[in-house]
C-alpha cells in the first residue's frame, strides 16, 4: 500500500500556495511603486521656480502652521499674485480657466499618510525642522514628489536623532497611531 503523502506535500497545495505568494508579493511591491510615483497634477505647479524667487512654503500651505494637513492652495492664493504677474504659460491658462469657471484646481495630495497613521506639522514645525527635511529639496523639483523611504522606521530615526530626550514619548505608539 503506498504512502499518503502529508497534506503541504500535495501538488494543488503547493500549487496554491505558490500562487498566493506570488499575488501578495505582486501587490505588495506594486503597492509600494505607486506609492513612490508623483500623481498627475491638474497644473504642472514648478516649485523649484516659485522657491527660487523666495515664495515660503507656508504662504501656500498655511495649514502646517495649524494643524494636521498642510493644505493646498485654492484659486484665490494662486489668482492673488498670478493676476499681477501676467506672465504666459499654457500652466497660467490653465489656471485662468478655474479662475473664470470660480472652480477649485483639484490638485491631488502628494505626501499621503495611511489612514491608520495620525500626522500633525504643527509639532514638527514647532520644534524646529524645515518642510525640506521631508519633503525634499523642492527649489529642485518641478512638480512635488513623493519622498522615498518615508516609513516608520524612518520617523523613528528622525524622532530618536533630534530629540533622544523626549524619545519614550516619540517612540510610544500611540504618539502616531491612535
Not at 504512502?3 to 505568494?21: C, D, M, Y
Not at 492664493?77 to 489656471?95: A, F, M, R
Not at 469657471?101 to 495611511?114: D, F, K, M
Amino acid at each position: 500500500m503506498k504512502e499518503k503523502k502529508p497534506w503541504w506535500k500535495q501538488p494543488g497545495i503547493q500549487i496554491s500556495a505558490v500562487l498566493i505568494v506570488l499575488i501578495v508579493g505582486g501587490g505588495i511591491i506594486t503597492g509600494i511603486f505607486l506609492s513612490q510615483v508623483p500623481p498627475d497634477q491638474p497644473i504642472q505647479f514648478p516649485h523649484d521656480r516659485h522657491v527660487g524667487m523666495g515664495a515660503s512654503c507656508l504662504y501656500c500651505h498655511p495649514g502646517a502652521t495649524l494643524g494636521p494637513t498642510a493644505g493646498l492652495p485654492g484659486i484665490e492664493k494662486c489668482w492673488g499674485c498670478h493676476q499681477q504677474v501676467q506672465k504666459k504659460s499654457p500652466e497660467l491658462d490653465i489656471l485662468v480657466s478655474y479662475v473664470e469657471r470660480n472652480e477649485a484646481v483639484p490638485w491631488v495630495p502628494v505626501a499621503i499618510q495611511p489612514d491608520f497613521v495620525h500626522f500633525n506639522h504643527k509639532p514638527h514645525l514647532n520644534s524646529g525642522l524645515e518642510c525640506a527635511d521631508c519633503h525634499g529639496d523642492l527649489s529642485k523639483m518641478t512638480v512635488a514628489e513623493p519622498q522615498k523611504g518615508q516609513n516608520m522606521g524612518w520617523c523613528l530615526s528622525c524622532h530618536k536623532e533630534t530629540a533622544p530626550e523626549q524619545w519614550t514619548k516619540l517612540s510610544d505608539c500611540a504618539t502616531c497611531h491612535y
